[in-house]
């Protein structure tokens, strides 16, 4: 890991926690809010303790951070009242705000190449064709298991639970959603699988040149 890219990054956790405390002073629905970043609460602090033992490549922590950003902006507005949502579903004539769709696209976009790095780094998967398919594979999982999260909060809240799942009426919003995230794993492994080596080659260079060192 380059020294050059630490204080990058630590700017852009700190920026992450500002935005997430902002969101938090007067969201729409406190216990949306609170439900929709949930995974920043778990996702931040694996990460800080992770960083130095098993960093991430560049690239996934910036995708990890606009990943972030969707969510906190789902959670202080609820995703059928984004401002950008509507500014989309005047743009394209929709029917109903679209932002819930862009946050299962990255829902399937980002985890796909975080699954493919652990897959890579760790040596557990051979070929790059199966790495890409396992990816996409853990990735249906994790929607799967999101969409089940979402019907045991419906149960549990009942009608309370409306502004969580974002329905916005849509019969088969649960359908349309892990279909979100099935393209978006897809368009992040044919997009960029080949910089994703690139920088994965890069990391574990710096990494072996860091090992290599004697201690000062």
């Known amino acids: 890991m380059t020294i050059s890219r630490q204080p990058v990054i630590l700017m852009f956790g700190l920026l992450l926690l500002f935005l997430l405390l902002i969101s938090g002073i007067s969201p729409y629905d406190r216990a949306t809010w609170l439900m929709e970043i949930a995974p920043i609460l778990v996702a931040y602090p694996v990460l800080a303790m992770t960083y130095r033992r098993f960093p991430l490549t560049s690239l996934l922590y910036g995708l990890i951070f606009i990943h972030a950003t969707i969510l906190i902006a789902g959670?202080?507005?609820?995703?059928?009242?984004?401002?950008?949502g509507f500014w989309l579903q005047d743009m394209l004539m929709l029917t109903r705000n679209p932002y819930d769709k862009i946050g299962h696209f990255a829902q399937g976009f980002v985890p796909a190449l975080i699954a493919r790095e652990v897959f890579i780094r760790g040596n557990y998967v051979s070929g790059r064709k199966m790495v890409g398919f396992l990816s996409v594979c853990a990735v249906m999982a994790i929607s799967a298991w999101y969409e089940l999260i979402e019907w045991g909060a419906a149960i549990a809240l009942g009608q309370g639970a409306e502004e969580?799942?974002?329905?916005?009426?849509?019969?088969?919003?649960?359908?349309?959603?892990?279909?979100?995230?099935?393209?978006?794993?897809?368009?992040?492994?044919?997009?960029?699988?080949?910089?994703h080596d690139h920088q994965?080659?890069?990391?574990?260079?710096?990494?072996?040149?860091?090992?290599?060192?004697?201690d000062q």
């Open 200 to 214: 994965i080659a890069q990391l574990e260079r710096t990494r072996s040149n860091q090992a290599a060192q004697p």
């Open 75 to 84: 959670g202080a507005y609820t995703y059928a009242r984004v401002p950008l």
């Open 164 to 195: 969580f799942l974002g329905t916005q009426g849509d019969p088969w919003d649960t359908q349309s959603d892990m279909l979100f995230a099935f393209i978006g794993a897809l368009v992040a492994i044919a997009a960029l699988s080949r910089f």
